[in-house]
T-cell receptor, first 114, second 115 residues
Framework: DQQVKQNSPSLSVQEGRISILNCDYT??????FLWYKKYPAEGPTFLIS?????DKNEDGRFTVFLNKSAKHLSLHIVPSQPGDSAVYFC?????????????FGTGTRLTVIP | DAGVIQSPRHEVTEMGQEVTLRCKPI?????LFWYRQTMMRGLELLIY????????DSGMPEDRFSAKMPNASFSTLKIQPSEPRDSAVYFC?????????????FGNGTRLTVT
């Protein structure tokens, strides 16, 4: 059963506007969350992460928000650029176990329209 | 650094044949992961190794799948016999395991098609 869910398979946004990608998880033991970005014919690349002790982490145009009570996180991209068009995967892990393995969602394909 | 290197990039084979996928992790990384990507289930963890030792293989679909890591710089994922439902993109990833969480670094994947 999917422990990390991305319910929107695709999203289209105009260049310059905000892109919001959403992710839900079911395992309350998850304590570290990541977003990966994937271009066609390439492997996923790490984008941004957040620990469960925080509710927000920002890196340039990218901000991740975590709502632990709702078991929900989101990725905001502002402003969106055509080069941001890719598939975005949400991932989670139980960092305190040191196991290091990630559980991924099914991905959201973002298209930024010039 | 060259990153995680996977081979081949594409593999087309007939049902019943043996398939071997290869991976060279980033030097110094002590964790290695095999993932499978499908449209329905996204990225699924198949197996991962720590210091060349398999830690969790509960994601391996069935006995037809096996993985080895004979040394710190090489791993294989073998499917024998292959079936059409094994068609997917297979990713290898590696990471450092010590200290604060170290994100996984992925290879470019092997696209497997079983006809």
């Amino acid at each position: 059963d999917q422990q990390v869910k991305q319910n929107s398979p695709s999203l289209s946004v105009q260049e310059g506007r905000i892109s919001i990608l959403n992710c839900d998880y079911t395992n309350s033991m998850f304590d570290y969350f990541l977003w990966y970005k994937k271009y066609p014919a390439e492997g996923p690349t790490f984008l941004i992460s957040i620990s469960s002790i925080k509710d927000k982490n920002e890196d340039g145009r990218f901000t991740v928000f975590l709502n632990k009570s709702a078991k929900h996180l989101s990725l905001h991209i502002v402003p969106s650029q055509p080069g941001d068009s890719a598939v975005y995967f949400c991932a989670a892990t139980v960092d305190q176990t040191g196991a290091n393995n990630l559980f991924f969602g099914t991905g959201t394909r973002l298209t930024v329209i010039p | 650094d060259a990153g995680v290197i996977q081979s081949p990039r594409h593999e087309v084979t007939e049902m019943g044949q043996e398939v071997t996928l290869r991976c060279k992790p980033i030097s110094g990384h002590d964790y290695l992961f095999w993932y499978r990507q499908t449209m329905m289930r996204g990225l699924e963890l198949l197996i991962y190794f720590n210091n060349n030792v398999p830690i969790d293989d509960s994601g391996m679909p069935e006995d037809r799948f096996s993985a080895k890591m004979p040394n710190a710089s090489f791993s294989t994922l073998k499917i024998q016999p292959s079936e059409p439902r094994d068609s997917a993109v297979y990713f290898c990833a590696s990471s450092r395991g010590e200290g604060t969480y170290s994100p996984l670094h992925f290879g470019n994947g092997t696209r497997l098609t079983v006809t």
